[in-house]
């Protein structure tokens, strides 16, 4: 069978059971980044709860700073190259002029086609139940052309639908890295999104879909052997596990300002919980390059894997 479909109950799950369908049935493929071993068919993938959206597995070495404060600078609507580049300074490869990411999502959400999509669809839902919910980040008139691009979108839009006063997402991809995109950052990025949108349209958060069209592992990424059969602890569901911790827990509008003002001083008075008492200590944490400022993260899974980061990475940044 070509099309595989995966469902699991949050990042940990998904991770795993992809990781193994990716080894027993792909196929070897080059690419212009290396050989990968690829699944031949499209993928669809379903997250349960995608507000566990915290990778924790220490072989794996995710950067949970790059994550959360990736995801920060999309919800943002920001394309500079520097506020990523400080927690990932690979980041600066993908982009042609040194200063912007042209395809970077957060900024076609909501500046490049000249409106702001998550304001739209948020509008578009609370109004009445509706099949237009879409937000776009492939633009042919940028991303169709023969010339090479360091940074064209890999994920192209967003679906959304309402069942049962539950808001379920849906992310179409054209070619995804399993590790280091659609089980590390994209699972971040996608799933706070998708739980701003259900908490602006007073809906519960449903469940968060990926079709990916190439879903692909690369030779070349550290430690291959590790994913070839993967054996993960949720910390979610395990004895001493940790809880996801809400990220909106007051107004969307004064969450999406603060996120505003938070990107772009993370010194600045911010008033929403989650900025006060998860981005700030985290931020903090990033900047000591130590996990003290972590006593004061608010958030169980993110201050474990601040935590685990530095304990297990001596300052190496993954992604």
Known sequence: MNTHIIVGRNVHHVLQDACWAVEVSGIREQTRNGMVQSLPGPVMVEYKQPNERVLIWPERKANPYFHLFEALWMLAGRQDVKWVGDFNPRMAEFSDDGHTLGGAYGHRWRHHFGLDQIKLVINTLREATSRRAVIAMWDPMEDLWYEEKKDIPCNTHIYFRIINGRLDMTVCNRSNDLIWGMCGSNVVHFSMLHELLANATGTALGRYFHLSNNLHIYDAVPKRELYRKPIIEDPYTSRNGVVASPLITSGW?????????????????????????????????????????????????????????????????ML
């Open 253 to 317: 509008r004064d969450w999406l300002n603060d996120c505003e003002r938070f990107v772009e001083d993370p010194m600045a008075d911010c008033q929403d919980p989650f900025f006060k008492g998860v981005a700030k200590p985290m931020y903090d944490a990033w900047v000591a390059h130590g996990d003290e400022p972590l006593a004061q993260c608010r958030a169980e899974d993110w201050k474990r894997a601040g935590s685990q980061y530095f304990a297990g990475t001596s300052g190496t940044e």
